[in-house]
């Protein structure tokens, strides 16, 4: 079965740092996305991306945060200058429109922790 | 735009029956329920799209009423695997919003 993939796995870093964040998602889907979630916490909406541009994004996702899609399949999280509340799951999705409904069912990456000492 | 889930958390014994339900104070495009392990990706488990439907597979089944303000997700004879945290969602525009979670744990 069609698999979302992320790396790395876990990545541990300095407060102040910079961390790319990688995902590759389903290669036939088109809508791609970032979601974080703080340990214990909600799953929350950092950005949506369609057709190589952001279609939609939270107010999580400020100027600290950018995301790419550097070749044919990958799909880049950048987090500039880590803070330590960084720190949480972030996971990779991405969805195609179910046909005839409109509907997105989205495909999840198992995740890529992030540790901010 | 969240929606809201109750309960926030649930214990049942194996065997027991459980509902979930999600709520919105406005009319939700489609409803779409995910069940997430500790340390794990959410996993998808059923989209609804009309008003009145139900639908369902093995001992999990889930309801989206008329409005398409709530839906419930049901758990019936709840197995050892049942347990994790469940998430409705919606989607706005091209943005998937995950409901507030339950979390479902089952005991021997």
Same mark, same amino acid.
């Given at each position: 079965?069609p698999?979302?993939?992320?790396?790395?796995?876990?990545? =541990?870093?300095?407060?102040?740092?910079? =961390?790319?964040?990688?995902?590759?998602?389903?290669? *036939?889907?088109?809508?791609?996305?970032?979601?974080?979630?703080?340990?214990?916490?909600?799953?929350?909406?950092?950005?949506?991306?369609? *057709?190589n541009?952001?279609?939609?994004?939270?107010?999580?996702?400020?100027?600290?945060?950018?995301v790419e899609?550097?070749?044919?399949?990958n799909?880049?999280?950048?987090?500039?200058?880590?803070?330590?509340?960084?720190?949480?799951?972030?996971?990779?999705?991405?969805?195609? =429109?179910?046909?005839?409904?409109g509907? *997105?069912?989205?495909?999840?990456?198992?995740?890529?922790?992030?540790?901010?000492? | 735009? #969240?929606?809201?889930?109750?309960? #926030?958390?649930?214990?049942?014994?194996?065997?027991?029956?459980?509902?979930?339900?999600?709520?919105?104070?406005?009319?939700?495009?489609?409803?779409?329920?995910?069940?997430?392990?500790? %340390?794990?990706?959410?996993?998808?488990?059923m989209?609804?799209?009309?008003?009145?439907? #139900?639908? %369902?597979?093995?001992?999990?089944?889930?309801?989206?009423n008329?409005?398409?303000? #709530?839906?419930?997700?049901?758990?019936?004879?709840?197995?050892?695997?049942?347990?994790?945290?469940?998430?409705? %969602?919606?989607?706005?525009?091209?943005?998937?919003?995950? %409901?507030?979670?339950?979390?479902?744990?089952?005991?021997?």
């Amino acid at each position: 079965e069609p698999e979302v993939t992320q790396t790395p796995s876990h990545q =541990v870093t300095q407060m102040g740092q910079e =961390v790319i964040l990688r995902c590759v998602p389903i290669s *036939n889907h088109l809508y791609f996305y970032w979601y974080r979630q703080i340990l214990g916490q909600k799953v929350e909406f950092l950005v949506s991306f369609y *057709n190589n541009e952001i279609s939609e994004k939270s107010e999580i996702f400020d100027d600290q945060f950018s995301v790419e899609r550097p070749d044919g399949s990958n799909f880049t999280l950048k987090i500039r200058s880590t803070k330590l509340e960084d720190s949480a799951m972030y996971f990779c999705a991405s969805s195609e =429109v179910l046909r005839g409904s409109g509907a *997105n069912v989205l495909t999840f990456g198992a995740g890529s922790r992030l540790t901010v000492l | 735009q #969240q929606p809201v889930q109750s309960p #926030q958390a649930v214990i049942l014994r194996e065997g027991e029956d459980a509902v979930i339900n999600c709520s919105s104070s406005k009319a939700l495009y489609s409803v779409h329920w995910y069940r997430q392990k500790h %340390g794990e990706a959410p996993i998808f488990l059923m989209i609804l799209l009309k008003g009145g439907e #139900q639908k %369902g597979h093995d001992k999990i089944s889930a309801s989206f009423n008329e409005k398409k303000q #709530q839906s419930s997700l049901y758990l019936t004879a709840s197995q050892l695997s049942y347990s994790g945290t469940y998430f409705c %969602g919606t989607t706005t525009g091209n943005q998937f919003y995950f %409901g507030t979670g339950t979390s479902l744990t089952v005991i021997p």
